[in-house]
């Protein structure tokens, strides 16, 4: 004769049921469900976690800067400012502080930098910059200096010094 557990009911004593005795399912302690919980809650938030700091080093490791120049010749109209060279004229848009945009295939904005003072050589005004933490994996770059619009770059190109000159 089989014993049932403790908290199962008494079996039938009549008809075809009475043959076979159910069980019933085993509870377990609230504790029990507690612990699995915190487990599973532990483990998805390792996995969070793991994931952000995996994206973070991944962000940081696929971006570079660009380097160039923008240079105005004598003949496009520059002067000499409080702290180095200027546009001038219809150039008067290209100084120390000038904005420059770095944008994607679909227009969107990556980065942006800023000319440095120009400087004078050979008769031209050049304004150095540099540009950082411009995503890579990009089909193609477009930087813009101030309003003059943009040219294209695929992902080589653009990580060689770039040079502008107006004039």
Not at 104 to 116: F, K, P, W
């Amino acid at each position: 004769m089989t014993i049932p557990p403790p908290d199962a009911p008494p079996p039938s004593t009549s008809g075809p049921a009475a043959q076979t005795p159910t069980r019933q399912p085993r509870r377990l302690h609230p504790a029990i469900y507690m612990l699995i919980g915190s487990l599973a809650t532990l483990a998805v938030g390792g996995v969070i976690t793991g994931g952000v700091l995996l994206l973070n080093r991944t962000s940081e490791a696929a971006t570079f800067a660009i380097n160039g120049t923008m240079s105005l010749t004598k003949s496009s109209g520059w002067e000499y400012g409080g702290t180095g060279c200027v546009g001038d004229g219809g150039y008067d848009d290209i100084y120390a502080g000038a904005a420059i945009k770095v944008s994607n295939e679909s227009g969107t904005v990556l980065a942006t930098g800023r000319l440095r003072d120009g400087v004078t050589d050979s008769g031209a005004c050049t304004f150095p910059f540099t540009v950082d933490s411009v995503p890579a994996g990009e089909k193609f770059y477009e930087v813009e200096v101030s309003h003059r619009g943009g040219l294209t770059y695929d992902e080589t190109e653009i990580q060689q010094p770039l040079s502008f000159t107006l004039g």
